[in-house]
């Protein structure tokens, strides 16, 4: 549910011209799984992983202040997803076993709101175009590879690990609401989003440093 929850927060977001601040709550989302490591695993974070956090907690008082309010989209996608990622390493299910029993969940709701949308003449699959359809049909699979990775995942390596290596998609996300979309970025924004690369920069060197 959480997993339906995070998927509609960030179609809300991207449909309403905020990708730049979905792609905040995916910065914030490792943070959160480092909380959950932490308070709930009793995981150890290094020094630079505590500078790296404290980072991302500086991020979202400036871009609060910038935004002139919370910046909820961002703090309900990393909610969801950081308790979605703490679901997944508790259980300790297989990965095709526990996409099943999440799509088992919500497929009702997906067809109760596909049907609605059908008899209302609102849907665009399979009335716009083709092309339309495809990538319809193309989206799902592009969503589920990740989701099969990450569900094999998370209950192997510490949440500590499993929310560093989510930088990557947030990172991605910025870059489309930035350079595609061309969302607006103010210069406080940026200082906001500046102290986030300051944080990931710790972590590689942390990291590089833990291995050597």
């Known amino acids: 549910m959480t997993s339906g929850v995070n998927w509609g927060i960030f179609l809300f977001a991207v449909l309403n011209g905020q990708v730049v601040e979905a792609s905040l709550g995916f910065f914030v989302t490792p943070l ?7 308070a709930f695993y009793r995981e150890r974070l290094r020094p630079g992983q505590w500078a790296a956090v ?3 907690a500086a991020t979202l008082g400036v871009l609060a202040v910038e935004y002139g309010r919370p910046p909820w989209i961002a703090v309900g996608l990393a909610a969801t997803f950081g308790t979605y990622g703490l679901i997944k390493k508790h259980l300790g299910v297989g990965a095709a076993e526990g996409l099943f029993v999440e799509t088992s969940v919500l497929f009702p709701f997906a067809l109760v709101y596909t049907v609605a949308l059908q008899s209302a003449g609102q849907a665009t699959f399979g009335h716009v175009s083709a092309l339309n359809t495809a990538l319809g049909v193309g989206a799902g699979l592009v969503v589920l590879v990740p989701l099969l990775l990450f569900s094999a995942a ?5 949440l500590t690990v499993t929310g560093m290596l989510q930088y990557i998609e947030p990172a991605v996300q910025f870059l489309l609401g930035v350079l595609v979309f061309r969302e607006a970025m103010p210069g406080l924004r940026w200082a906001g989003f500046a102290l986030l690369w300051a944080a990931l920069a ?4 942390d990291g590089l440093r833990a291995v050597r």
Request: no cysteine.
């Open 202 to 205: 710790i972590l590689a060197i």
């Open 54 to 56: 404290g980072l991302g």
């Open 154 to 158: 998370a209950p192997r390596i510490p």
């Open 32 to 38: 959160v799984s480092v909380a959950f490591g932490v």
